[in-house]
């Protein structure tokens, strides 16, 4: 499975830091072998009846998307691991390895600034690699139940984007969290950053990702994007 790899590669590359998997039965077994903490996340999941689906994607996947901040969201009031408001995380998608010590981003002054460090622009917030605290985890996991919950049909609407490729329209938690955020909290991102090379997604890879490579700029995660993931099978 592509997960043992990537929890294996986050491992090396930060030995002594506490990562925490929120994750079910089958991959509890992967956390052990890599020392990492490993939490059921059905035990802080709650009913979301009211989700709306709108996108390209299958019921299902969509609304774990939405879901999963919920759950961000009642783990961290729930449980005493970093009881600090101020205490920075950073969230990973199950798909997305680190490889370069997390110190690493110290480097970078809006991590001591900004709210939230993540790669967004003016529309979304791509959450694959999302750094923040405590209150703004459970900040977004309240307002997405409120957004729902109010069942305002010309909010949603409002939201909602065609998308170029097919017609279908589509509504995501990138676009939602950036509603959401933009303004409570203050957002740097790391796409501003020229220094590294933060991100590579590998099923988008292109020449000018490669020259940024070579640049010697440094790799700090993979984002093993789509059927990429068999290529961690091999």
């Known amino acids: 499975m592509y997960f043992d790899r990537v929890l294996q590669m986050t491992r090396l590359s930060n030995p ?11 991959n509890k077994g992967m956390a052990e072998i890599h020392s990492v903490q490993h939490y059921l996340y059905e035990d802080y999941a709650e009913p979301f009846d009211k989700y709306i689906h709108v996108s390209v994607n299958n019921y299902a996947y969509e609304k774990f998307c939405f879901e999963r901040w919920i759950i961000f969201k009642n783990f961290l009031l729930q449980t005493d691991t970093h009881s600090s408001n101020s205490h920075r995380f950073i969230y990973c998608d199950s ?12 480097e970078i002054d809006e991590l001591y600034t900004c709210d939230i460090l993540t790669f967004s622009n003016n529309e979304v917030i791509v959450p694959c690699l999302f750094v923040s605290t405590k209150t703004v985890f459970i900040d977004i996991g309240d307002s997405i139940l409120s957004f729902y919950a109010s069942q305002d049909k010309r909010l949603f609407e409002s939201q909602v984007v065609t998308s170029t490729e097919n017609g279908r329209k589509h509504f995501s938690d990138m676009y939602l969290l950036r509603q959401v955020v933009k303004d409570k909290f203050s957002i740097f991102s790391l796409e501003d950053i020229h ?11 292109t020449m000018t990702e490669t020259e940024k490579l070579n640049a010697g700029n440094v790799l700090f995660n993979i984002h093993y ?9 091999l």
Do not use: W
């Open 225 to 233: 994007c789509g059927e990429s993931k068999k290529h961690l099978l």
């Open 16 to 26: 002594t830091v506490p990562i925490l998997l929120l994750g079910d039965a089958t």
């Open 95 to 106: 798909d997305c390895a680190i490889l370069q010590d997390i110190s690493y981003l110290r």
């Open 195 to 205: 220094k590294f090379r933060y991100q590579f997604n590998a099923s988008y890879y």
